[in-house]
């Protein structure tokens, strides 16, 4: 057996054990408390995995709750146990950081549908004691964001500090304020829309038919088999990969500089540099994602359309909103573009809610938000601080700051 393989399935082996047993707290709810679901059924018993990072503060009023985007999970500021890297958001998020951990109580929990410790495809189905598989019910994010608010309810929490996220984890940010606008005091939400354009949806129906396309797929029971459609999963991550960078950042990386050759092979290996960058990224991400998670958690990005309970008009989902707001866009983030914050931001204004916007000129696409761009890191960080001082919370005894 080649140390690839063997490596390989050393990281199933640890997916796998995290999808029930995650190595980072669990909130288990049982068969009385089930949680109702966009679908029309309810999930009973369920489990919600989170890591926390900082303290509670003796009034409970400190609690900042981020939210993950798409393939992103609990471990925000710590290393991820399947891949042992740090925390997707480490620039973001600890002592002395934009969201301070010497200031703030931050939560960070797996997403409904995700497969680090929260209930998803991938969680064993207590009725058949296999993994639930496509017999879990399709989620959205309303219902990621109702299984948020019975773990922050079950930490004794009754009003967040702030709920932070971007991309999808924009999208929980902004339906919270939909779904309980008195449960938080501000909401930071960046690189992210008010709903999933066709564009977006057509991306996801590639990644999601590469995944059902592998035979190793099995309709779903690749457990059952043991199996795991890499090959499809890998070429699903590809073509996402693509919409997170920008063609200005994708030619200044790559260009059409060659990949470890001088000449062109006529042939079909990675002969540019972009070609291997990708099937890095893909192979990468199997690793340590579910493929049946991932038809999940982006057909729940697919249904997000903040306004469709509210006649159509983005403004009314915001009526009474209290909190404080502020939206952060890239200039050549054509995911979710300028435009579609502004949206927001322009309801947020017709509801009569506080809100700032800041576009952010940057050449390196969606994916900026969870770079090292300073620009972010001081407005995060100051509306943050201003927020604090509004709420009464206490600045960190030692005030120096890393970013």
């Known amino acids: 057996m080649s140390d690839n393989i063997a490596e390989y399935e050393t990281q199933d082996a640890l997916r796998r054990n995290e999808a029930d047993h995650p190595s980072s707290p669990v909130m288990r709810f049982m068969a009385d408390q089930a949680l109702p679901l966009d679908a029309g059924v309810a999930l009973a018993p369920w489990q919600i995995a989170y890591q926390t990072y900082g303290e509670l503060n003796a009034d409970k009023s400190n609690a900042v709750l981020i939210c993950h985007a798409l393939t992103g999970d609990q471990h925000v500021a710590s290393v991820n146990p399947v891949t042992g890297k740090p925390g997707w958001w480490s620039l973001m998020v600890g002592p002395g950081k934009p969201i301070d951990t010497d200031r703030f109580f931050v939560i960070c929990s797996n997403v409904l549908g995700g497969c680090l410790g929260t209930t998803g495809p991938a969680s064993t189905n207590p009725a058949t004691g296999r993994p639930y598989g496509l017999d879990l019910p399709v989620l959205t994010v309303p219902d990621m964001v109702r299984a948020q608010k019975a773990l922050v309810d079950a930490l004794g929490i009754t009003k967040l500090f702030s709920v932070v996220g971007g991309s999808m984890g ?51 029971r690749y457990f059952d088999e043991g199996l795991n459609p890499k090959k499809g999963l890998a070429v699903a991550r590809m073509a996402a990969h693509i919409t997170y960078m920008s063609s200005e950042s994708l030619h200044s990386k790559f260009g059409r500089n060659l990949q470890d050759r001088e000449h062109l092979t006529f042939g079909f290996d990675a002969d540019f540099q972009i070609e291997s960058y990708l099937r890095h990224q893909g192979m990468s991400f199997v690793d340590r994602f579910d493929a049946n998670s991932y038809l999940y958690v982006t057909r729940a990005t697919d249904y997000f359309d903040l306004a469709a309970d509210h006649g159509g008009v983005l403004a009314n989902v915001f009526k009474g909103a209290k909190a404080r707001f502020c939206l952060i866009s890239f200039t050549s983030d054509w995911l979710y573009p300028t435009a579609e914050a502004r949206a927001v931001v322009h309801a947020l204004n017709a509801a009569g809610a506080s809100v700032s916007f800041v576009e952010i000129d940057s050449d390196r696409g969606h994916d900026s938000f969870l770079l090292d761009i300073p620009e972010q890191f001081r407005i995060v960080r100051g509306f943050l601080s201003g927020a604090a001082r509004a709420r009464g919370i206490a600045g960190p005894a030692n005030p120096e700051t890393t970013k």
């Open 170 to 220: 924009g999208m929980q940010a902004l339906q919270w304020a939909a779904s309980y606008p008195d449960a938080m005091f501000s909401v930071i939400a960046i690189a992210t829309s008010h709903r999933h354009s066709s564009q977006n949806i057509a991306f996801h129906e590639v990644g999601r038919q590469a995944v059902m396309a592998d035979p190793d797929w099995c309709g779903g």
